[in-house]
């Protein structure tokens, strides 16, 4: 069955801490994959995503994540997370034919000033 | 550019009840989904179009209709809401299915509860 894990329901850090957020998916081959971020009350915005290159892919807010073909992994990492940081991060998965996104379960993150 | 538009925000139904969210994009994609997200289940996939005329289910699609008959609206109707439907839901849209670069553009979710 097509999954993507994440590995944490619920990450606690203080700010300036560093961050890295465990994604891995199930699929062989190709994939295109995203980090997405949900602040409280707001949809879905887009974070980073990779589709091909350059396996360390840099994205808004000083976040990054790194594509690690032979673990099937996407994890995403911020060297010194602020209280702003606070909110849900989803990885996503999408195959270049396929249709559908298809998510993990999220990670909800609480930086404590 | 408005995006992905999403209507109502917030609506309380009582069971039995039916009503129709509304979603537009005005992006011109060919492909429009509807997701629901709930607590520790992250986003779930109901159903999906893409293009005008076609659709079909996803993940959790009982319960719900949805139809496609311009590109740019793909309304989601529950027919006979239950308690277990309350939730977020959020629709979505990206470009042309099979190209590359594809990202999926969310709008700003419909709070639904069914009491």
């Known amino acids: 069955a097509q999954s993507v894990s994440q590995h944490n329901h619920h990450v606690i850090l203080s700010e300036a801490a560093s961050l890295e957020l465990g994604c891995n998916y199930s699929?062989?081959?190709?994939?295109?994959l995203f980090w997405y971020v949900q602040y409280p009350g707001q949809h879905l915005q887009l974070l980073l995503k990779?589709?091909?290159?350059?396996?360390l892919v840099k994205g808004i807010k000083g976040f990054e994540a790194e594509f690690i073909k032979s673990k099937f992994s996407f994890n995403l990492r911020k060297p010194s997370v602020q209280w702003s940081d606070t909110a849900e991060y989803f990885c996503a998965v999408l195959r270049p034919y396929g249709q559908n996104f298809v998510f993990g379960p999220g990670t909800r993150l609480s930086v404590l000033p | 550019n408005a995006g992905v538009t999403q209507t109502p925000k917030f609506q309380v139904l009582k069971t039995g009840q039916s009503m129709t969210l509304q979603c537009a994009q005005d992006?011109?994609?060919?492909?429009m989904s509807w997701y629901r997200q709930d607590p520790g289940m992250g986003l779930r996939l109901i159903h999906y179009s893409v293009g005008a005329g076609i659709t079909d289910q996803g993940e959790v699609p009982n319960g719900y209709n949805v139809s496609r008959s311009t590109t740019e609206d793909f309304p989601l109707r529950l027919l006979s809401a239950a308690p277990s439907q309350t939730s977020v839901y959020f629709c979505?849209?990206?470009?042309?299915?099979?190209?590359?670069?594809?990202?999926?553009?969310f709008g700003e979710g419909s709070w639904l509860t069914v009491v």
């Open positions: 992006m011109n994609h060919e492909y």
């Open positions: 699929y062989g081959g190709t994939v295109n």
């Open positions: 990779y589709f091909s290159g350059d396996p």
């Open positions: 979505a849209s990206s470009p042309r299915k099979g190209s590359s670069g594809n990202t999926i553009y």
